[in-house]
């Protein structure tokens, strides 16, 4: 085959996605099967999950797909997730850390606990997932890493300050890893979405009046798909992007381009 056609498959690589069975997860396995990826899921509900899995096994009958249920904030489900990829043998090379979650309201509202939930959900599990696949990254010559962080991460957003504060320094992690790792052979990059269609985001936007003044702020005028954040990080995961690390990429319709 063309090398150049090469670098935009994903042949001979398995991927890891976290929180896979929903919005940008489950449009990021799909991207992934698309290329060639072979996947491994995570998420909380195994049910669901196992859904979803038999739902891309039908639809890529080429490629392998598995799927564990873990609640990633706690410590032994991340240790168990990496249990079963080593029983199988997987040869793991790519990382999505794309689970996570968040409680809006003011700050002066959140207890130590919900702040303390919501960097768990979205920041240390990352932290972790990230440390516990290195072993196996370090193994193979294109290895990537993509973390889903959040346009809240760069500029104030109507999230709730913690949301914001754990996806700023997702964000900084993805730059920090990216030096480090570097010599490892691992790449490290992230994905800022702004308003993307999601279960999540339904609410908010099924008010007409709010989501008038979003798309004010959005110079494309609409909401994103899961399916374009899907598009960013696969391409951040393609060896085309080999030279790619440690950028963070706003998948934003040109919201943080916006002025007045």
Not at 83 to 109: M, R
Not at 167 to 188: C, P, S, Y
Not at 234 to 254: E, H, K, R
Request: aromatic residues 6%.
């Amino acid at each position: 085959m063309n090398n150049r056609i090469d670098a935009w498959q994903l042949q001979g690589h398995t991927a890891l996605i976290t929180g896979a069975s929903k919005g940008i997860g489950y449009a990021t396995a799909r991207e992934l099967a698309g290329l060639g990826a072979d996947l491994l899921l995570v998420a909380r509900d195994e049910d669901y999950l196992e859904q979803v899995r038999t739902e891309l096994a039908d639809d890529f009958p080429e490629i392998d797909v598995l799927a564990f249920g873990a609640d990633l904030t706690e410590a032994e489900e991340r240790l168990a997730v990496f249990d079963w990829i080593a029983d199988l043998g997987a040869p793991l090379s790519l990382l999505v850390n794309n689970a996570g979650g968040n409680q809006p309201k003011a700050t002066l509202d959140y207890s130590v606990d919900e702040v303390l939930g919501i960097l768990g959900q979205n920041l240390l599990s990352a932290f972790e997932m990230c440390r516990l696949a290195h072993p196996q990254l370090v193994q193979h010559a294109n290895a990537a890493i993509v973390n889903v962080g959040s346009v809240s991460g760069i500029t104030h957003v109507r999230t709730g300050s913690p949301y914001g504060m754990s996806k700023a320094a997702l964000h900084q992690l993805t730059r920090n890893l990216a030096a480090e790792w570097a010599m490892d052979g691992i790449r490290v990059n992230a994905v800022a979405p702004w308003y993307i269609r999601t279960q999540r985001s339904e609410p908010a936007l099924a008010d007409v009046d709010y989501l008038d003044e979003v798309l004010d702020h959005t110079p494309l005028r609409r909401i994103g798909e899961p399916e374009e954040v899907a598009a960013a990080i696969a391409f951040l995961c393609l060896p085309a992007a080999s030279y790619i690390t440690g950028q963070v990429l706003a998948v934003d319709g040109g919201f943080l381009n916006d002025g007045f």
